[in-house]
Nanobody, 115 residues
Framework: QVQLVESGGGLVQPGGSLRLSCAAS????????TGWYRQAPGKQRELVAH???????NYADSVKDRFTISRDNVKNTWYLQMNDLRPEDTAVYYC?????????WGQGTQVTVSS
């Protein structure tokens, strides 16, 4: 069983930055992918970014060149650095891990971008 704990959400003005963290109870190098999803009110959950065990990164078009995903295998933690935030980035952000073909989710952290 993998447990994920997120931190780092909050309220930020447009153009600001936040960094989200996701700490895993397991060894993340054994996980095939680790990443972030988000869900805005009235919308479906969508992929924001993920990174696989080989270090390959994939981003949603809407966040390319603004968000960066990274991971620290020693700390069993991965991160989402979000720059140039926009109101449309407002959502609950969930970290995700895939291990042995099973999906694990964090509890979610609210990110609100507003002036």
């Amino acid at each position: 069983q993998v447990q994920l704990v997120e931190s780092g959400g909050g309220l930020v003005q447009p153009g600001g930055s936040l960094r989200l963290s996701c700490a895993a109870s397991g060894i993340i190098s054994s996980m095939s992918t680790t990443g972030w999803y988000r869900q805005a009110p009235g919308k479906q959950r969508e992929l924001v970014a993920h990174i696989n065990s080989g270090g390959r990164r994939n981003y949603a078009d809407s966040v390319k060149d603004r968000f960066t995903i990274s991971r620290d295998n020693v700390k069993n933690t991965w991160y989402l650095q979000m720059n140039d935030l926009r109101p449309e980035d407002t959502a609950v952000y969930y970290c995700n891990a895939v291990k042995d073909y099973l999906n694990y989710w964090g509890q979610g952290t609210q990110v609100t971008v507003s002036s």
